[in-house]
């Protein structure tokens, strides 16, 4: 059988090595010229992790990123709402890992490399469509020649080609919010291992969380940030624009907290992207004949949550599974649309609704939308806090009782 993968990014590469793992051939066909490490950080959740450790590239990704100790809610007066362990902390077998999102992507295209042949890997390929008929596929690329293939999965991301040529009239949805990503050189925050959520969409949100250790030889980490923000009238971000800090900071120049600077930690930022919050609605049907979908190009979803790239992984090895069952391939397709579909359409829409930080938004709610005169004991018990955040793991896949 031979099998083509389009995009070589971290749905893409994950596929690749767990088809190998289990005895089957492929091509991962990408369109950048070169592989560098470029983006900001992301955070690898349990089950994510889970299947990156199945991969055998764990250790690898440890000694790169911070293992998170616990995640940590805040209103926009910077006050204490919500504390939990994460990670092994929390029970889990796997730790949770903060990462620059171009040292996972390199580790996997590494082992790619290394495991399936650099002659494998085809770079400067970028997927313009597909044609198929009883016998096959024919993949078509810019300035390439024509690919043949058995299947064909589409892991081309959020603004795939061929997801567009079943479903050309698609937009991505907009709800007026925009973020900012950047990162800062910055001395450790809180335990320098905690995951940071302060305030809300409606009146700005941070995502805080460090993703590389002493990288100044005086104890600073590089923290990662991400500021959204909701607006009615809001038109989309430019995809393709350079971020200021100077643009980000008026919007918190107030979070002032005595244990957070917020606007210091924006304007020491050495780079910063500009991104339109986006997501698509999800579709009756990712597979047609022999071409089905992977990770964004199958389900785009807010980032929120740390679970875009956690439900590719999924994909990936769920995919590789069915594949390896051997039989009819199209079948084989068939039987992981069956398995993810419903799956991620779920936290789609969860990540819409009642995302992580609805813990902050009801406390906010609570408290009357200002600070609260004593603790949050005073409006909402911890429990039920904790309710809200074991809720999303069921949806998202990662609660403790799954992963034991």
């Known amino acids: 059988m031979c099998i083509a993968i389009v995009g070589g990014g971290i749905g893409g590469l994950a ?83 903060g990462i620059h999102r171009g040292k996972l992507h390199a580790v996997l295209y590494r082992a790619a490399v290394e495991r399936l042949g650099a002659a494998r890997i085809h770079l400067d390929h970028r997927c313009t469509g597909a044609e198929q008929d009883a016998e096959g596929v024919s993949l078509r690329f810019e300035n390439r020649p024509e690919v043949a293939a058995d299947v064909v999965i589409a892991c081309d991301g959020v603004n795939s080609a061929l997801r567009r040529q079943f479903y050309p009239q698609e937009a991505p949805a907009f709800a007026g919010i925009n ?23 409606d009146t700005g949100k941070m ?62 930022a050495s780079q910063v992207f500009e991104y339109p919050m986006v997501d698509k609605d999800p579709v009756a049907r990712w597979t047609f004949g022999r071409i089905t979908f992977l990770g964004d190009a199958a389900h785009p979803m807010y980032p929120r ?52 930080d609805f813990i902050i938004m009801k406390a906010d709610e609570l408290a009357g939308h200002q600070p609260f005169p004593g603790t949050i004991d005073d409006l909402i018990s911890q429990e039920e806090l904790r309710k809200i955040s074991d809720d999303y793991k069921k949806v998202a896949g990662f609660s403790l009782q799954a992963l034991k």
């Open 179 to 201: 973020t900012w990503r950047g990162t800062t050189v910055h001395k450790p925050i809180l335990t320098g291992k905690s995951y940071l959520r302060i305030g809300s969409i």
């Open 15 to 97: 596929l690749a090595l767990g088809l190998h793992q289990r005895g089957l051939a492929c091509d991962v066909y990408e369109s950048a010229a070169e592989i560098r490490e470029i983006g900001v950080g992301i955070t690898l959740l349990p089950h994510a992790m889970r299947e990156l450790a199945a991969l055998g590239v764990q250790p690898e990704l440890e000694a790169l990123g911070i293992e998170n100790l616990e995640s940590v809610f805040f209103n926009r007066w910077g006050q204490f709402i919500y504390r939990e362990p994460r990670g092994r902390h929390g029970g889990y077998a796997l730790p949770e890992i």
């Open 207 to 268: 995502v805080i969380y460090p993703i590389a250790d002493n990288v100044d030889g005086r104890g600073n980490q590089l923290v990662n940030w991400v500021a959204e923000l909701r607006r009615a009238d809001a038109g989309m971000n430019d995809w393709n624009k350079p971020g200021r800090p100077e643009d980000v900071v008026p919007m918190f120049a107030d979070w002032k907290f005595d244990w957070l600077d917020v606007p210091a930690l924006i304007a020491g």
């Open 305 to 356: 949550g740390s679970n875009g790239s956690a439900q590719a992984l999924i994909d990936a090895a769920t995919l590789a599974s069915e594949l390896a069952a051997g039989g009819d391939a199209q079948a084989a397709l068939q039987r992981y649309e069956a398995v993810r579909l419903p799956a991620t359409a779920k936290v789609v829409e969860t990540n819409r609704t009642v995302p992580p």
